[in-house]
């Protein structure tokens, strides 16, 4: 289900004092199957740009096609729209209400008409897959930590199985191990079943070794939109709009500047371990 | 949506208006809805108008902003006038199906209307251009007298920027559940009102538990940070009348005598 932004602009409190555009002219293609990431600074329009793809925020200016079709006509069904494109929210723990932890995972899926025994198996499917031991299941989501929260929240948007789903930076706040839990929980669900992930990130770490494709946001437009390679190659100019290119890329370079044989486009560490040993065997 | 709610919503301007001190405005305010009250012939109230709009034009905002508020009365208002009319009592202009449409009840109607319309405007004005925090302040200078019989105006005052202060957080908090619960599929317009109230627990309880995260979270850092009332506390930025305010009190005065002299003056001649 390919989803195209059509000179998309977005302005908040449109015909008051506070007017403010945070999305300008963008234009993209998602297309199925595709493991996004979206960088950018503070306040440059990455959630908003997300809360366009299941029609949270309407376009001041533009349009968005799902599959094809206008999301802003009137016949347009957003109900179906919203359980095709899953989307868990920054800080998505403050979205917690019901009396336990299960019942407020089925909420999704309860609201997309399944069958009760479908509901309790996806409930219990998601709860489990973000690492939520059986016991926690019966308690109040009020009682549990914040990471036990965050994932907690997480389930509830993965039981619902949306063809899309997006992240809006799922790992803030969390441990390293955590962080990690949760990504390779993503990337494997994506694996498994061919799912559209949009993830927006502050890391270029995660972004780096996880996604296909980046898309740079600064200031409401897209600034860059390539592969983690070639986005990074233009760390300078990423510098300049308060990014920055991945750790490894940095060493690689110093490396390379002090005359050894590697390349200097690596993103991800492992790529970047395997370029030192061949250095080191020539 | 939530966004249309005006109460206490500040238009930021570089106006006279706005520079002129709170308590000036507060008082500026009070004199102004004694005045509404006080009058009801159409000298005055053209007097009244002029004052008005010379206060709107000095001060930068928007007539459309002002009028906003009128928005949410406007039932109100017109069922107010439909009494008026209707029931008042006296000489008879013309009858529909029963119902006397009197001369009285006319002008009694007008002046009704005239007087809220000019009230909501008012006080709007005020609000539009004073900050809460400036407003708050003027009031707990000028109630600081209420010390003496022991009424802790100061607390009062707190609590009274601390809710304002809160209104816009809330109403982003709400926007941000909703999203996130229509997200998962959550339907907050359609159906019968059980289901619609039924509907709203996803919405509310979040809500609820957040407020209550955030009143604790505040006192908390409010004591860390040694708040301990009002007493021998002092001002970042105390309150101090400028030149404006004097000419503003001066304006003031003349307002109040304009509006007693035409009163006066129209009594004495009908
Ligand atoms: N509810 C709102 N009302 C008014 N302006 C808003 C609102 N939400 C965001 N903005 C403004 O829109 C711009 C883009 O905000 P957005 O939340 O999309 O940024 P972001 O890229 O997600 O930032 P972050 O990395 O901090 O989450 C910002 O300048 C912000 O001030
Ligand atoms: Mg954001």
């Not at chain 2, 009197?102 to 002008?107: L, P, Q, R």
């Not at chain 2, 708050?136 to 009424?151: A, M, Q, W, Y």
């Amino acid at each position: 289900m390919p989803i195209i932004l059509d000179h998309v602009t977005y302005k908040y409190s449109t015909g008051t004092a506070y007017e403010k555009t945070a999305l300008s002219d963008v234009c993209l293609t998602i297309p199925d199957g595709q493991f996004i990431g979206i960088i950018g600074h503070t306040g440059s329009g990455k959630s908003t740009l997300v809360q366009h793809l299941n029609g949270l925020l309407k376009a001041t200016e533009g349009t968005i096609y799902y599959n094809g079709k206008d999301i802003y006509d009137k016949t347009f069904d957003m109900k179906d729209l919203r359980t095709q494109v899953g989307m868990v929210f920054q800080y998505p723990e403050h979205q917690l209400f019901e009396t336990t932890v299960f019942e407020d995972v089925s909420f999704g899926p309860k609201n997309q008409g399944l069958p009760k025994k479908d509901v309790d198996l996806r409930a219990y499917e998601a709860l489990s897959s973000v690492g939520i031991p059986q016991e926690v299941c019966d308690s109040s989501p009020f009682e549990l930590s914040g990471g036990q929260k965050r994932r907690v929240a997480i389930a509830g948007v993965l039981a619902m199985k949306p063809a899309v789903l997006i992240l809006d930076e799922p790992t803030a706040g969390l441990d390293p191990k955590g962080r990690d839990e949760i990504l390779d929980l993503i990337q494997e669900t994506h694996r498994r079943s061919g799912n559209t992930v949009i993830l927006v990130s502050h890391s270029m770490e995660d972004v780096a070794s996880y996604v296909d494709r980046i898309i740079v946001m600064d200031g409401g437009k897209v600034k860059y939109d390539d592969t983690p390679k070639e986005v990074f190659k233009s760390y300078k100019e990423l510098e300049e709009i308060g990014l920055a290119a991945p750790q490894v890329t940095y060493l690689m370079k110093e490396l390379k500047e002090a005359g050894w044989p590697v390349k200097s486009s690596v993103t991800t560490v492992s790529e970047a371990r395997d370029e030192i040993i061949k250095a080191l065997k020539k | 949506m939530l966004r249309d709610i005006t109460i206490g919503q500040y238009y930021p301007a570089d106006s006279k208006i706005h520079s002129l001190d709170p308590r000036v405005k507060l008082l500026a305010t009070l004199v102004y809805i004694i005045s509404l009250f006080m009058v009801d012939d159409v000298f005055s109230l053209l007097f009244i108008s002029v004052a008005l709009a010379a206060v709107i034009v000095t001060s930068k905002v928007p007539f459309t902003y002002i009028m906003r508020g009128l928005h949410s009365i406007i039932i109100l208002l017109i069922f107010a006038a439909a009494f008026n009319i209707f029931l008042t009592p006296g000489i008879p202009i013309f009858t529909i199906w029963k119902l006397n449409v009197t001369k009285e009840g006319i002008k009694s109607a007008a002046v009704m209307m005239i007087r809220m319309i000019y009230l909501i405007a008012g006080t709007s004005l005020m609000t539009l251009t004073t900050t809460p925090n400036a407003l708050t302040d003027g009031l707990e200078k000028s109630l600081s007298p209420l010390n003496k019989i022991n009424v802790p105006v100061h607390e009062i005052a707190m609590m009274m920027s601390i809710a304002l202060r809160f209104i816009p957080i809330l109403i982003e908090e709400t926007d941000k559940i909703m999203k996130a619960q229509m997200a998962r599929g959550a339907d907050f317009e359609s159906g019968s009102i059980i289901k619609k109230a039924k509907n709203m627990v996803p919405l509310l309880v979040p809500l609820f538990v957040s407020a209550f995260r955030r009143a604790n979270d505040l006192a908390m850092a409010m004591e860390a940070r040694c708040y301990h009332g009002g007493e021998g506390r002092t001002k970042m930025k105390p309150l101090k009348y400028q030149k404006g305010d004097a000419v503003a009190y001066v304006l003031l005065a003349a307002y109040l005598a304009g509006v007693i002299i035409i009163k006066i003056v129209t009594n004495s001649i009908l």
